[in-house]
């Protein structure tokens, strides 16, 4: 999470459309990912090898809630994940990669057991892309945290394209409908496919595309899982 204030005074800085156009451009990469039939042995060891034996643990806890609930409602698979990935801890991008901002992969998340706020979104976010959810439905979303005054990352559920989304967040465990989270306000959302911007909790205004993304691809280089295809 950062401070609101930082994104109140540069809302046009360059560093943040940056990272937040880039991100969407590995969104659609990594994406396509999800359909790939992956090799778990291969996956499993790499995980063993770069974070050991409690990694590989989380690691297999990960893959059996993406394998075993595939036939299970968007309710389920929700709180499945929410609650797997709530387990884990916050700690700052300072903190854990001597790096004032960086976006690991949910690969990077499950090894390490901690990260901030948009690790816990984008791991959410891609788990649920592989458990079969739409990516329609699914929005990360940029607030502010009332109480905190910052800046921080929530992923939201749509059941359908006029309703109120669930918000999926770390502060809060319980998934709850965006009126009942009145400690967020809303500013902007985005997923692999477009970008919005927030007038109020659960509606937006289509502001832009993917197809506005040149060559920032840091992230969908460190998260190639077609290594682990089969």
């Known amino acids: 999470m950062r401070r609101l204030s930082h994104f109140i005074y540069h809302p046009t800085h360059h560093y943040f459309y940056h990272l937040l156009f880039g991100f969407i451009f590995s969104a659609l990469i990594l994406t396509s990912f999800a359909s790939e039939q992956l090799n778990l042995d291969k996956l499993y060891q790499y995980v063993d090898r770069n ?3 409690l990694a590989l643990k989380r690691a297999k806890a990960w893959r059996s809630i993406i394998e075993n609930n595939q036939q299970q409602s968007d309710q389920v698979k929700l709180e499945k994940v929410n609650r797997f990935f709530n387990l884990f ?9 001597n790096k004032e901002d960086y976006w690991a992969t949910p690969l990077e998340f499950i090894g390490h057991k901690a990260g901030d706020c948009e690790d816990f979104s984008v791991a959410k976010y891609f788990t649920l892309l592989e458990l079969g959810v739409p990516i329609e439905k699914l929005k990360l979303t940029y607030v502010k945290a009332v109480k905190l005054n910052q800046f921080h990352m929530v992923l939201a559920y ?9 918000i999926l967040d ?3 465990g319980e998934i709850k409908p965006a009126h009942k989270r009145r400690d967020l306000v809303p500013i902007f ?4 496919q477009q970008l919005w ?8 205004e289509l502001v832009g595309s993917s197809e506005r993304l040149d060559n920032w691809k840091d992230l969908s280089k460190r998260y ?3 290594e682990f295809k089969q």
């Open 89 to 97: 801890d916050f700690v700052s991008d300072q903190k854990q990669w």
């Open 158 to 166: 749509y059941p359908n394209a006029k309703s109120v989304p669930l």
């Open 189 to 192: 959302s985005f997923n692999g």
């Open 51 to 53: 974070y050991g034996e």
């Open 197 to 204: 911007l927030n007038k109020q909790k659960g509606k937006g």
């Open 170 to 172: 770390n502060l809060d």
């Open 224 to 226: 190639q899982l077609s």
